[in-house]
């Protein structure tokens, strides 16, 4: 009886020794989407009212747990039976994240900014009398991004384990859901809240605290500002991304470019590695002009139809 015990405790030290190593793995194949998930979350919960943005961050972070709550059983049932269906759908969440990227990027050209205190009073009167529904939508969108980039996670990692055992794999993709669920709106939560971290410190009697307290309140929304514009991009970043791995023409041409680039002189080691970032953010962008066009005919001729 002891021995079978001992056993047993061998057999599950060298699973979880096995996970051990499998996580990190995975987790250092999704650290560029991650990085990515952060810049897109962060600015798809900004613009909200300084008390509701730890709420929005964390009905956000219970979407994402609830992504892949349904992610990570329904990519290991896919792998098992029909693993020919992951790219396609992958490639149908790239191309809805690289539409919502081009209406982002058409939002912010044609939004109109006030002329004067008139139309400013009037567009913060509408605003004030939309701030549940902007709530509401701003959770929404961001919940609906990270469902497409939980699924690249989801996916990035289920490759890395694609040998395992099927306990190894669910071991492995449910530590990196949790994880990286964690990290990302950890992080999100802090630098939403940086603004009122600068605020605490000017109220302070320290002198170096209160030139701290201004700094973080000069920088924070200048950090928002860039964010919103590096989320977006990498909206294009990640959607292109997806399209041009999944198909097998477009994979070959960036890796045929990048061989070309390399090899021009002086400039070429420079710019080879920049090559397949450039290609897939033009991807992206392209598609999601091409989906857009696609949405705008479709709303054309079948105006009571929804949008994507």
Known sequence: MASSLLILL??????????????????????????????LNAQQ???VRSE??????WSVAKGSFINKLILVPLALVISLVAPWLINPLLMLGGLFLCYEGV????????????????EAAAELTHIETDLAAFEKDKIKGAIRTDFILSAEIVVISLGTVATATFLG????????????????????AMIVKIDDL????????????QSLGRG????????????????????????????????PL???????????????????????????TLINFVLGFVAGLLVLGSVQIIKKFWPKSKSV
């Open 198 to 209: 600068g605020l605490y410190l000017t109220q302070q009697a320290s002198n170096f605290k």
């Open 250 to 276: 477009l994979h070959h041409l960036t890796a045929e470019s990048v061989d070309h680039i390399e090899h021009i002189p002086s400039i070429g080691n420079i710019i080879g590695p920049l090559t397949p």
């Open 169 to 188: 794999k669910v071991l492995v993709l449910s530590i990196i859901a949790v994880v990286m669920t964690v990290g990302v709106y950890g992080f999100v």
């Open 103 to 118: 209406e982002k990027v058409l939002h912010s050209l044609q939004h109109k900014k006030a002329h004067n205190e008139q």
């Open 10 to 39: 061998d057999d599950i030290a060298t699973v979880l020794d096995d996970v051990a190593v499998m996580s990190k793995v995975a987790a250092k194949k999704t650290a560029g989407v991650l990085g990515d998930d952060l810049a």
């Open 216 to 247: 973080l309140l000069a920088f924070a929304p200048k950090l928002m500002k860039t964010l919103t514009i590096v989320g977006t991009i990498a909206m294009f970043l990640v959607g292109g991304g997806i399209i041009n791995h999944a198909v």
């Open 52 to 57: 509701r943005e730890i709420p929005v961050v």
């Open 45 to 47: 919960v900004s613009g």
